[in-house]
Antibody, heavy 119, light 107 residues
Framework: EVQLVESGGGLAQSGGSLRLSCAVS????????MNWVRQAPGKGLEWLSY????????YYGDSVKGRFTISRDNSENSLYLQMNSLRADDTAIYYC????????????WGQGTLVTVSS | SYVLTQAPSVSVAPGKTARITCGGD??????VHWYQQKPGQAPVLVIY???DRPSGIPERFSGSNSGNTATLTIARVEAGDEADYYCQVWDSNTDYRVFGEGTQLTV
């Protein structure tokens, strides 16, 4: 069974940092592109970042560029999101998502981890 | 960057057909994907590449894409279809993955 399990969410201070992790199982992680997508309370989905299967290609959305860093460890079957300079509007559920390559869908989603940033 | 426009809400009676649209500049040349999100749950892919269904998605779900509008059609709507639906594309100009604002389907 394909599984993506996020962890690392919680309460952070404005200006602080958090590191999210996503542990995957049930598929060959190193063969797949991965992403982070978030959803603020009561709001829609927002794509944040993409990383290619080998980690060489990385893209960020405007709202997190320069503050967040995506990375992966294929030997550990894990995806990461380092979040710095956190702001109140970063409060959201953060999803680890498989897929999302060129013209490709996000085919599998984790259950998400909640990040709350207090000011 | 590329913008996708969805109506905030659509209401349909059980057993009828729901049509949820996603507007974008010349969206017909892009591959559109659709996601269903029920309250408190993660999104689920229901249509990819405009009209293809992942395994496990009922045939009642179908998609089309032409001109400036992509459409998700749900036939014989059931109470369990009540959810938020999001369209999504890849923007070749920026390499961004873009979501529509979402449409809340009420049955």
């Amino acid at each position: 069974e394909v599984q993506l399990v996020e962890s690392g969410g919680g309460l952070a201070q404005s200006g602080g940092s958090l590191r999210l992790s996503c542990a995957v199982s049930g598929f060959t992680f190193s063969n797949y592109e991965m992403n982070w997508v978030r959803q603020a309370p009561g709001k829609g989905l927002e794509w944040l970042s993409y990383i290619s299967s080998g980690g060489r290609s990385i893209y960020y959305g405007d709202s997190v560029k320069g503050r967040f860093t995506i990375s992966r460890d294929n030997s550990e079957n894990s995806l990461y999101l380092q979040m710095n300079s956190l702001r109140a509007d970063d409060t959201a559920i953060y999803y680890c998502v498989r897929g999302g390559g060129i013209n490709l869908p996000f085919d599998t989603w984790g259950q998400g981890t909640l990040v709350t940033v207090s000011s | 960057s590329y913008v996708l426009t969805q109506a905030p809400s659509v209401s349909v009676a059980p057993g009828k057909t729901a049509r949820i649209t996603c507007g974008g500049d010349n969206i017909g040349i892009r591959s559109v994907h659709w996601y269903q999100q029920k309250p408190g749950q993660a999104p689920v892919l229901v249509i990819y590449n405009d009209k293809d269904r992942p395994s496990g998605i009922p045939e009642r779900f179908s998609g089309s894409n032409s001109g400036n509008t992509a459409t998700l059609t749900i036939a014989r709507v059931e109470a369990g279809d009540e959810a938020d639906y999001y369209c999504q594309v890849w923007d070749s100009n920026t390499d961004y993955r873009v979501f529509g604002e979402g449409t809340q389907l009420t049955v």
